[in-house]
């Protein structure tokens, strides 16, 4: 491990150096976002990356706004994401060694700790949704008491039939509703479950109490649903 780290620590030194450029044009902030989704499929796998990306589709999809996918900005954060993530990903393939099992490292990280926790179930507990229900609501307490009204007063109409009324709030209320909504999804849906893997939740379901709360406090009479 400690002959991996110095080598490890300069590639992504050097990836971080390759991505100023893109950072310095159009669009920094997506050029951002593709360095810190390169760095999470590195450290934890394509997890992150897929739960995000399945998330901006959605909310694309509802909002009717597929020219988002035309922007140039969306190819080239493509290849600065593959040019930090490919050369790293293509040496584990060609590399031979064995873990303590025998398994290489495709056989063990993509086969088994990959798909073998979505699909068979590889480890950890088994469950339903109400698994990451009980262990979400135990760590969110007392707020998790407010989520139900949070993500039913992010459903506003203005964010889903009237395009012209739709404001940043809006778009962005309707991002972090999916979001939420997403990532509890994909974790229900996997055999593999762990008490950790509610974690994820806890970033969108506070922004929407968050603004729950700010809506009562400034208008009472949006209490359950929004007017």
């Known amino acids: 491990a400690s ?6 620590v300069l590639f992504v030194a050097a990836g971080a150096l390759c991505a100023l450029p893109w950072l310095k044009a159009r669009d920094p902030l997506l050029h ?12 934890k796998g394509p997890v992150g ?22 922007r140039p900005a969306a ?11 490919a050369p790293w990903t293509l040496v584990m393939l060609a590399f031979p060694g064995l873990d303590d099992q025998r398994k290489t490292w ?14 068979p179930g590889a480890h950890g507990d088994r469950g339903t949704f109400d698994y990451y229900v009980k262990y979400a609501g135990f760590g969110m307490f007392p707020w998790s008491g407010l989520v139900p009204a949070a993500l039913w007063a992010s459903a506003d ?9 739709r404001t940043k709030a809006d778009r962005f209320t309707l991002l972090v509703a999916l979001w939420a909504i997403v990532t509890f999804a994909f974790f229900t849906a996997t055999m593999t479950t762990f ?17 729950y709360l700010d809506c009562l406090v400034s208008d009472p009479k949006k209490r359950v649903a929004p007017a």
């Open 195 to 211: 008490y950790h893997y509610s974690f994820p939740l806890g970033v969108p379901c506070s922004l929407l109490i968050g603004r």
């Open 3 to 8: 002959r991996l780290a110095l080598p490890l």
């Open 49 to 70: 990356v897929g739960v995000c990306g399945l998330t901006l589709l959605a909310t694309i999809a509802i909002l009717g706004e597929w020219e988002r996918l035309r």
């Open 106 to 119: 495709f056989q063990r990280f993509v086969l088994y700790d990959l798909l073998g926790r979505v699909g």
């Open 157 to 165: 109409a203005r964010t889903f039939t009237h395009p012209g009324g």
């Open 75 to 85: 190819l080239s954060c493509t290849v600065l994401f593959l040019a930090i993530t």
């Open 32 to 43: 951002a976002a593709a360095i810190l989704f390169a760095l999470s499929t590195l450290a």
